[in-house]
């Protein structure tokens, strides 16, 4: 096959004590999945449907094991925020997957981070708009190393944190989620064919806020590790 420009790398996570990577296909990123964030947000927390919104594959930022990675301050924006995230990895295909054997779909799990230009996501939100131009930027989703749920069984409890500079911002328990893995998986198969190399953030707690040109984040999950990324 002939291609008339140079393709691109495939984009890929590191596998956690491995040498492999995993690649990825597509981002999908739950909304307000933690009531004390919907709460200081804005928004009732009540247990309304999961709502998604995308990033593009090379968004991610892979950060493997002990590496400090260095994102660039975003164009556009003097609110640049962290959200500190449960990532979930598929690994089998499935549509309509019942909530049930939503598990049998997942490959693995990680810490991630989805960065927000959070003054442009509520300008677009308050005038209806897509969110792209405050999420799906380049460098919005660093990655920590993915961790197999064959080695490590399916997480519905334990810390979520973040710090800023050695300066705690987040901290809850992923047991906090308002919609739990398989019902995210499960809602998000009505909509998509999910397929192996697609990744899920699934939502961040309370405490989100800026960060500026030299801070460093510094983020883990309990039993997934920790991921280090410092603003340039």
């Known amino acids: 096959m002939t291609y008339v420009l140079e393709p691109e790398a495939p984009v890929s996570v590191p596998v956690a004590a491995s ?5 990825v296909r597509r981002i999908y990123c739950v909304g307000r999945n933690y009531a004390a964030h919907a709460r200081e947000m804005g928004f009732d927390p009540s247990r309304e449907p999961p709502f998604f919104f995308c990033k ?6 892979a950060v493997a ?3 400090v990675v260095e994102v660039s ?26 909530v049930e054997s939503a598990n049998e779909h997942v490959w693995g799990y990680a810490v991630g981070l989805d960065m927000t230009r959070r003054d442009l996501q509520l300008k677009l939100r308050d005038k209806g708009r897509p969110w792209e131009l405050g999420k799906a930027f380049d460098q919005s989703a660093p990655i920590g190393p993915l961790v197999p749920a064959s080695r490590i069984g399916h997480p519905t409890a334990g810390a979520i944190w973040v710090r800023v500079d050695d300066q705690d911002r987040q901290r809850s328990d992923i047991a906090k989620l308002i919609w739990s893995v398989p019902e995210v998986i499960a809602n998000l198969s009505t909509y998509f064919e999910l397929r192996p190399g697609d990744l899920i953030f699934t939502g961040t707690p309370e405490g989100v806020g800026s960060v500026q040109v030299g801070q ?13 990324v410092r603003v340039i």
């Open 73 to 98: 301050y975003p164009s556009q924006t003097s609110e640049f925020h962290h959200e500190i995230e449960l990532v979930v990895a598929i690994g089998r295909a499935g549509r309509d997957i019942p």
């Open 19 to 23: 040498d492999a990577r995993f690649p």
């Open 65 to 67: 094991h002990g590496q």
């Open 56 to 61: 593009p594959a090379d968004a991610i930022v």
């Open 216 to 228: 460093t984040m510094l983020g883990g999950i309990d039993g997934l590790g920790e991921l280090s």
